[in-house]
């Protein structure tokens, strides 16, 4: 189920128990290793264990869970997250890329993946 104000669960394959929350209205309230996972995960939509009880200590309340202990997040809550993380990177200066490209390795001239001196596959 997702993370949202719409109310407790009803999918399948969850236990339904619990008032759910916006990540939005947790965030100052979780601790700071906690946001940085997020921060550092941008793209996860289903939280693992150990970050969905940090997320329950938050909310003083029970979350809705899979089977499993996981919380879905919203397309909603990813974006604020994401957005959280551009707005840490830029204040500290840091560039943060959210994409799989890598960056060329510019020292040789040569794409990163042939830098290693290791032939390319054909």
């Known amino acids: 189920m997702p993370f949202s104000k719409r109310g ?3 999918g399948a394959g969850d236990s339904g128990t619990g008032t ?25 939509a289903i939280v693992p264990r150990t970050i969905s009880a940090a997320l329950c200590r938050a909310a003083e309340q029970p979350l ?12 909603e809550d990813m974006v604020f997250i994401r957005n ?6 830029a204040a500290h200066g840091t ?7 890598q ?10 993946r042939y830098s290693t001196g290791a032939p390319p596959r054909s």
Request: no cysteine; hydrophobic share 35%.
């Open 84 to 89: 959280q993380a551009h707005s840490a990177f």
């Open 64 to 75: 809705p869970q899979d089977p499993h202990g996981q919380i879905r997040l919203t397309a």
């Open 8 to 10: 407790t669960s009803s």
């Open 103 to 112: 960056p060329e390795d510019h020292r040789h001239g040569i794409p990163w």
């Open 95 to 101: 560039k943060r890329f959210f994409d799989a490209v």
């Open 20 to 44: 759910a929350l916006e990540i939005r209205s947790l965030w100052t309230r979780l601790d700071p290793e906690t946001r940085q996972w997020f921060m550092d995960h941008t793209g996860t």
